[in-house]
């Protein structure tokens, strides 16, 4: 700012924000303005902070409490009082609008005009550094800094921002800059008290070099009056605290694994499988685990085997007792059962051409009862077969009522409904020729299957 601004007052200081974000190196130098290669003793004097400098002919300026003179001093000075730095001793200012006027010499020669005329409007500075390190194509960066109205500021704009640019500029004028900001804010910065901070992300070109801070049209730019007291018809600002860091990967979970590289994105996981959890602790990602919450082995896709019968408990319907997988994990049936069960295939005989059991196989049947109340893990399929004599149809129809009929008989004598299924199969499979009586004789039969399906 030029010292024929000093008519303007100002405010305080707010957070500085130097420091870059945790574990990511700013590639701002002199962030904080604090490195000063020469002593600053009046307005415009931002080339006093190494490595910034004005980007046009606009004129900002370095505030210091070791000021010569107080027009730029800190904590009062002549854009503002109370001012602090949140960190260190020095910030910077500029002027980010200026509602000027100037005398209207026409109301000389008549009444009617008013005393002042609008003069320049596009008035602003801009402040400039090179950045210390390339940007890479493609990768995101986010671009901080904080601002605060002097408390002498008039005027208050919105449109303050950032913009990367791929060469150094020097423009020869003191107009608002018509580049595009990659960070910029819509709304009205207009807090006097605290810093308000300017934050945002964009992705780089690779080509961006240079970093350059003002109030941008192109930015979401506006102006309002905040007027106290004097009209000094102008926005003056404070900078400090500004930062160009590498943007963190993406990492919804916040599992420290980036979700590029995380198999399970949206579910906090662990490094060592790719960013999956794994619940129960036995080395296998819950989305591929059978039994997430029950610690087992790769072999039995993350299920436990209690009773290392080499069938997982998930599909092991007698978990605790060693089994076989024909009888789903259950111990093989007795002899005494299974011959039970060859029995009954001729055994259980039933009223020709009907469903009705005769009763010679009611002997058989209550053994089958006493199995069952014996063995009460046990479920039990119950399956009706014909010869091939007769009509298809009829014959599917006879043998489904027929196994029906015997688990009927069972739940009749006590055995719960739940554990037991039936079902017909007519003439479609026979285990003998069906040429032959004895073959058909063979192939009319009922047959018993131990399931364990609860």
Known sequence: M?????SMLAGSILSAGLMAQEGQPNLVNNAGFEDLAKPVVTWDQLDHATGWMNANNGTADIHTKDAYINTIGIPDGEVGTGAAAFEGEHFAGFVAYKDELRPNLKRIWTAKEDHWRLSNQKYAEYLETALNGALTSGQKYDVTFR????NGSDRAVSGIGAYLSPTELKYHNSNYMQEKPQVSTSKLVDDKQNWTE????FTADGTEKY????A???GGYETSDVIEGHDNQRAYYYLDGVSVNMHPEDDRDHDGIADKDDRCPDVAGLAALEGCPDSDGDGIADAMDACPDKAGSAEMHGCPDSDGDGIADNLDRCP????????????ELAEKTKKLFEKALTGIQFESGSDKIKVVSNSILNQVVEVMKENPTYDLEIHGHTDSQGDDAKNQKLSEDRAAAVRTYLVGKGIDATRLQSFGHGETMPVDDNATSAGRAKNR???FKVTFLR
């Open 320 to 331: 605790t007792v060693k089994g076989v997988a024909a009888m789903n994990g259950c111990p």
């Open 198 to 201: 300017i934050t945002g992300t």
């Open 211 to 214: 970093l350059i801070i003002g």
């Open 147 to 150: 601002v605060k109205l002097a």
């Open 216 to 218: 941008f049209p192109n």
């Open 445 to 447: 039969r009922v047959e």
């Open 2 to 6: 030029n010292i024929r601004y000093a």
